[in-house]
């Protein structure tokens, strides 16, 4: 969470530049506060309670029910856009491409991109949540194909990240688990491909020059498909 003073913005953390981005949009609002991704939600008790103190806007956060705000920024085209039409008629919602960012360790990553020659792992990233461990779906995929160079991005919120260590365990010491956001960013500008959700992590991908399977609900044996392919 990021509060500013009356007059300027008093920014913290590594999305120092998202915020200001934020800002910048809704120039001439006074907000109180900025709550960043809903993989730690607040509830309505607690976002009332914000909002009685000065208006809120939340960034790349599904509202919960009964959860209300003063404006929604999703920096990515992902939401659900029957959510964004529901979300809309409580409050101004913004998303899409206009309000996508990269953050600046990728900007200065994407400058000088890793040959393809160079490339030989594979990225598994599929959020700080992955609540259906689409994650380990992934790397046993990987694994039926015979690909062990793979590196797994372990987010902050998944539950499963014991389960996640010991199938990378299991495969051997070629299989890495990252749990640190730089060691990431790092791994996925030198990923031969990348398999992830689609969200900030699949603009990273393309910022880097990195070809990206992305996990749908709906297409699930197109990726299987794909996957053969680029493993043989």
Avoid at 76 to 92: F, G, M
Avoid at 184 to 193: D, T
Avoid at 205 to 227: A, I, K
Wanted: glycine content about 8%; charged content about 25%; some cysteine.
């Amino acid at each position: 969470m990021l509060f500013r003073s009356k007059n300027s913005p008093a920014l913290a953390g590594s999305w120092e530049e998202s915020a200001a981005v934020a800002f910048a949009l809704l120039e001439g609002s006074t907000y109180s506060a900025l709550i960043i991704d809903g993989k730690y939600p607040w509830g309505p008790e607690r976002l009332g309670t914000l909002r009685e103190k000065g208006k809120v806007v939340l960034i790349d956060y599904f509202l919960g029910e009964g959860e209300s705000c003063d404006a929604l920024l999703f920096p990515t085209n992902h939401a659900d856009l029957e959510r964004v039409s529901e979300w809309e008629k409580r409050q101004p919602v913004y998303h899409g491409t206009p309000y996508t960012w990269l953050h600046p360790e990728v900007r200065r990553l994407s400058q000088a991109r890793v040959p393809a020659e160079q490339r030989a792992r594979v990225l598994v990233i599929m959020g700080g949540a992955d609540p259906k461990n689409r994650t380990q779906e992934a790397i046993e995929w990987l694994n039926r194909l015979g690909v062990r160079e793979i590196d797994v991005v372990v987010g902050p919120a998944n539950k499963f990240g014991q389960e996640i260590r010991q199938a990378m365990e299991n495969i051997g010491s070629q299989a890495r688990c990252l749990e640190n956001i730089s060691e990431a960013r790092s791994a996925l500008a030198r990923a031969r491909f990348a398999i992830c959700a689609f969200g900030i992590s699949a603009y990273e991908c393309y910022s880097l020059g990195t070809p990206v399977l992305l996990r749908s609900e709906e297409h699930t044996s197109e990726l299987q498909s794909r996957l053969h392919l680029v493993c043989r």
